[in-house]
């Protein structure tokens, strides 16, 4: 097994003393300056996303903020450990790690990518049940249910990225010489038909789910838009009958949208940054010939996503900015006394209370967020129940 571990890396070396002549001194200063510039972005970011998340009232799921928890520590672990080894070897022009780090290096980052991928997917199949097949909700509310879901995560993504450490392909130098990964350019067939598994296992499977997911979340949302129609419709009509559960399915799908669209952003970042690097792997596998700075652009672009991430879920997120604010703005007055779900607060007195003119049917105005059973259904500002 070392011999075949030895032989491979001579064979990485032959290729990079083929390839290193298309990469200047200045090229490699630059990768170097750019994952220092990146890793520092990354550990400051997602250190700020993990605190807001653990210490913030953010008004997620427990199941949504582990799996977001996951994704930002995997983000920060990876920009703590393989960051330094890429560029101190960029500052060097050449790996200077032995066959043994290229590997652990190849597999830290393979391992937390797919993490992120294979959380994604869960957080896509996650809003999908809850906003789409809520009747499946209760297998959410387990006990357990959370550790299950980060399991299943764990469990696919170890199966695939360590399949290479027991022989079934392995990781070695890139063609530019200064990071690691999985062999694409073996044209062996064991090593072959490992590519080919990971890129539909661990790309197009997940792709297929965020594409059925979303796409119903979608539906259900332009739904829950003429459900509102109708309620109108209703209390215009018929003032003898108020469907409060209509109101509370278009509060309950309309508040999950706002979450939603910070997790798909959150998808988005993802995939561009990986894409094109899932892309070029597979083409590599198929023809060699591909320029080191071809190779170079996409496998530094996708490292950014490790910054990617917690900046959709800064930008997008409305309730982590809300709890960001509550934790480094204690001064101001950031959201209304009713803030976790747990008072619902009358804004008008009975005897001032609106009147339908017909049956006298009393209407109160409410303020703040209802939650029935510890799910939180919507947030009813100012309106009319």
């Not at 970011?45 to 949504?64: C, T």
């Not at 920060?76 to 450990?81: A, P, V, Y």
């Not at 890129?199 to 789910?209: G, L, N, S």
């Not at 080191?292 to 996708?302: D, E, N, R, S």
């Amino acid at each position: 097994m070392m011999n075949k571990l030895t032989l491979n890396v001579t064979e990485a070396n032959e290729t990079l003393e083929t390839v290193k002549s298309l990469l200047t001194e200045s090229d490699y200063l630059a990768v170097a300056s750019y994952l220092v510039i990146l890793g520092i972005i990354a550990i400051l970011a997602n250190s700020f996303v993990i605190f807001v998340l653990l210490k913030g009232d953010v008004s997620y799921y427990r199941i949504h903020k582990k799996l977001l928890l996951n994704i930002a520590i995997a983000d920060l672990m990876l920009s703590l450990i393989a960051f330094p080894f890429f560029a101190s070897s960029s500052f060097a022009n050449r790996w200077l790690f032995s066959d043994i780090g290229c590997t652990f290096a190849g597999f830290w980052i393979f391992l937390l990518a797919q993490n992120d991928m294979n959380t994604h997917a869960a957080i896509a199949v996650y809003r999908y049940i809850i906003i789409c097949q809520p009747s499946y909700e209760y297998y959410l509310k387990r006990k357990n249910a959370s550790y299950y879901i980060l399991g299943t995560v764990w469990g696919h993504t170890l199966l695939f990225t360590g399949l290479p450490l027991v022989g079934w392909s392995r990781y070695q130098q890139e063609a530019f010489g200064t990071s690691c990964t999985i062999a694409w350019d073996d044209n062996r067939p064991a090593e072959l038909a490992y590519n080919i598994v990971i890129i539909i296992a661990c790309y197009c499977v997940h792709v297929v789910i965020f594409i059925f997911c979303y796409y119903k979340i979608i539906n259900e949302f332009s739904s829950a838009k003429r459900c509102l129609a109708r309620l109108r419709e209703e209390v215009i009509t018929d003032r003898e009958t108020l469907r409060l559960e209509l109101m509370l399915k278009y509060h309950k799908v309309m508040t999950y949208r706002k979450v939603t669209v910070a997790s798909l952003a959150m998808v988005a970042a993802f995939m561009i940054a990986w894409t094109p690097y899932a892309i070029l792997g597979a083409y590599v596998m198929y023809d060699t010939n591909v320029p080191a700075w071809v190779l170079l652009t996409p496998t530094m672009f996708a490292k950014s996503s490790t910054v990617l991430s917690p900046l959709s879920c800064a930008l997008f997120s409305g309730s982590f900015r809300t709890a960001a604010k509550q934790l480094f703005c204690k001064n101001e007055e950031v959201l209304d006394e009713v803030q976790n779900g747990s008072v619902l607060r009358p804004l008008a007195s009975n005897h001032s209370s609106p009147e339908f003119v017909q049956k006298e049917v009393r209407v109160t105005l409410y303020k703040g967020e209802l939650t029935i059973n510890d799910i939180f259904v919507g947030n009813f500002d100012n309106m009319e129940l």
